[in-house]
């Protein structure tokens, strides 16, 4: 089955110089389990994404599409990034959604994907 | 129910674990279960199958694959290539014995995945065929919700993909609540019920068989080591709990010489284990409590001043109403009828529930206050008694009015 990992990052994780190492901490980590889960064919996508500053949502009514500057909700957790995985079952998607790297106050969302026979 | 209600009911558990560890899939276990049934209802009284399990097992199993077959057909609107596998006739004859599947499909609802408020129902319903009703009784909830509760759940299962296996052993403690849990009420379920009629027969085999592969499992975890205790010491009186009239007798006024003193050395060999751990919790202090209502096996009375101390215990663990309604039955009889009424008094909105009215009836009763403890008999006679319990309370009230 194939999983998508969410990375719900709490907002200002990064910010300041202390949050400046936790970034090179948390990306080198991320970096070291992409390459471990792609050689054994497990990772099929993935990426970080950059921050919610630079996020742009349209936004679809009856009237039409309106763009709106910002993320669709003002959360105190953000989408940082995601991991697409294809495992045997649920225990294994969420074993290595325990690997994945964060700071405290992150949350790991684990969601199968729908996957339409050819 | 026909005369075979028992015989269906006491090989559910066995069967539709196997059938939806085979098949991965619980809905089309529970379905091709009924179904067997039902064909088992029209067809046994005719000719009665020897090992009624097996037979309900390889019915329910021939008609989930016939099912399956079918949906399969008709997604591909193809028809399918002659089958290797043997007919459905030559696969009635074969001899296959059903695999064991229980623990592994309680591991699977007891998933920390699925709603924590939902996993020991849903298993009840699943291994053991609990009714929706009966459930929401268990659970005080209302039926609708616990229907929807356990749909949902069933529906994450499947496309979540939730693993049908045991996990190992790094995963246990996070599962290990819910399955106690699940245990638990099973066990309630089937010690309301004093002659194991109804829905609950065959439950307290059930949970004694399954408390005890808990044990072997996690030889360690000194609760799972207290459930398997507190089952035996109920278990071992059971002989003693039904009158030659069939109605119910209460531990203290039970026959000791029926009780099986076998069963409760196990008990108490599995609570001092339980002990030496060092980490009390609720089901320990239960069985500790059921522990000292076997007391009278060794000629002394009923220890009711511990009995009370213990349900003190266990109110600051489990400070649940039902807790509190045993709590005031033992103070009553350690500290007299008015200490236990005061602790009554402190439950509230347990009317409608059955034990609260048999403590009420048996406190005031103990007061002298006889006008209303023959009320409290006859509102908990009005709150669907199981027959052994019914005659009790009819005894009893006999008893008042005499």
């Not at chain 1, 110089?17 to 980590?29: F, I, N, P």
């Not at chain 1, 099929?44 to 309106?66: F, H, P």
């Amino acid at each position: 089955m194939q999983y998508m990992i969410l990375i719900y990052e709490p907002a200002g994780a990064y910010a300041g110089s202390e949050g400046r190492t936790a970034l090179e901490e948390v990306v080198a980590k991320h970096w070291a389990l992409a390459a471990e889960l792609t050689a054994q064919g497990i990772q099929k996508g993935g990426a970080g994404l950059q921050g919610v500053e630079t996020a742009t949502t349209l936004v679809r009514s009856r009237d039409g599409d309106t763009l709106h500057d910002g993320p669709f909700a003002e959360t105190r957790e953000h989408l940082g990034g995601y991991y697409l995985i294809d495992v045997p079952d649920l225990d294994a998607a969420l074993a290595i959604a325990r690997r994945v790297p964060g700071v405290a106050g992150t949350k790991i969302e684990v969601r199968p994907v729908i996957v339409h026979d050819q | 129910m026909s005369r075979f209600g028992p015989l269906i009911h006491a090989s559910r558990p066995r069967v539709v674990a196997a059938l939806a560890a085979r098949l991965r899939d619980l809905d089309l276990a529970e379905d091709a279960f009924s179904e067997a049934c039902a064909a088992a209802l029209t067809t046994w009284p005719g000719q009665p199958p020897r090992d009624p399990g097996a037979w309900l097992w390889r019915a329910a199993l021939r008609r989930a694959l016939d099912a399956r077959r079918r949906a399969a057909v008709r997604e591909r609107a193809v028809l399918d290539p002659p089958s290797p596998e043997p007919t459905p006739e030559e696969a009635l004859m074969a001899h296959e014995p059903i695999p064991d599947e229980r623990l592994r499909l309680i591991f699977v609802c007891c998933h920390p995945a699925l709603a924590a408020d939902t996993r020991a129902a849903l298993t009840l319903k699943v291994v053991c065929g609990l009714s929706t009703e009966r459930l929401a009784r268990a659970f005080f909830c209302a039926e609708p919700a616990m229907l929807q509760r356990i749909t949902r759940a069933k529906r994450k299962i499947a496309a979540a993909g939730v693993p049908f296996e045991v996990p190992g052993p790094a995963a246990w403690p996070e599962r290990l609540e819910a399955v106690l849990t699940t245990l638990e009420v099973a066990y309630a379920q089937a010690y309301e019920d004093a002659a194991l009629a109804g829905e609950t027969a065959g439950f307290a085999d059930e949970v004694l068989r399954l408390s005890g592969l808990l044990v072997e499992l996690t030889p360690d975890e000194p609760e799972a080591l207290g459930l398997a205790a507190l089952v035996r010491f109920a278990e071992a009186r059971r002989p003693a709990r039904l009158d030659e009239r069939g109605a119910m007798v209460p531990p203290e006024r039970q026959d000791v010489a029926l009780w099986r003193a076998d069963v409760i050395a196990d008990g108490v060999a599995l609570l001092d284990r339980a002990a030496r751990a060092g980490r009390s919790g609720p089901r320990q202090i239960l069985a500790a409590i059921h522990a000292s209502h076997c007391a009278r096996i060794e000629g002394r009375p009923t220890p009711w001043a511990d009995i009370a101390r213990l349900y003190d215990a266990l109110m600051v663990v489990r400070p649940t109403a039902a807790t509190a309604v045993n709590r005031a039955v033992a103070i009553g009889e350690a500290r007299g009828a008015a200490a236990g009424l005061a602790a009554l008094a402190d439950v509230e909105g347990m009317a409608g529930w059955l034990p609260y009215q048999a403590a009420r009836a048996h406190l005031c009763a103990l007061a002298r206050r006889y006008g209303e403890a023959a009320e409290a008999l006859g509102m908990a006679l009005r709150l669907g008694p199981a027959p052994a319990e019914r005659l009790y309370l009819e005894q009893r009230l006999r008893a008042l009015e005499g």
